[in-house]
């Protein structure tokens, strides 16, 4: 059974820092890319950081700088790091897990999402 489950959202101020988890269960964690996916209220899902089973990464332009995913694959793990947070990236943060099979097939999991509120 697939699981990814996020850990670590929270109320904190402006300026202030997070860092989210997402255990990873059920699949072969390593061979997954991970994404990191944000969604405020009233606003489609936005793509925020991935890394990929290489270990390369890419960032939305609104967190380039301030945030840093990361993954432990001995813990089935995947990272983000949020520093400088400001109130817009105030949403709901969901875990995503991803693999193209190479014959056209897509594994795609979600996590339940945390929340996360940057307000004074």
């Known amino acids: 059974q697939v699981q990814l489950v996020e850990s670590g959202g929270g109320l904190v101020q402006p300026g202030g820092s997070l860092r989210l988890s997402c255990a990873a269960s059920?699949?072969?964690?390593?061979?997954?890319?991970m994404s990191w996916y944000r969604q405020a209220p009233g606003k489609q899902r936005e793509l925020v950081a991935t890394?990929?089973?290489?270990?390369?990464?890419n960032y939305a332009d609104s967190v380039k700088g301030r945030f840093t995913i990361s993954r432990d694959n001995a813990k089935n793990t995947v990272y983000l790091q949020m520093n400088s947070l400001k109130p817009e990236d105030t949403a709901v943060y969901y875990c995503?897990?991803?693999?193209?099979?190479?014959?056209?097939?897509?594994?795609?999991?979600w996590g339940q999402g945390t929340q996360v509120t940057v307000s004074s």
């Open positions: 059920g699949f072969t964690f390593s061979s997954y890319a």
């Open positions: 890394i990929t089973s290489g270990d390369s990464t």
């Open positions: 995503n897990a991803r693999y193209y099979s190479g014959y056209g097939d897509v594994y795609d999991y």
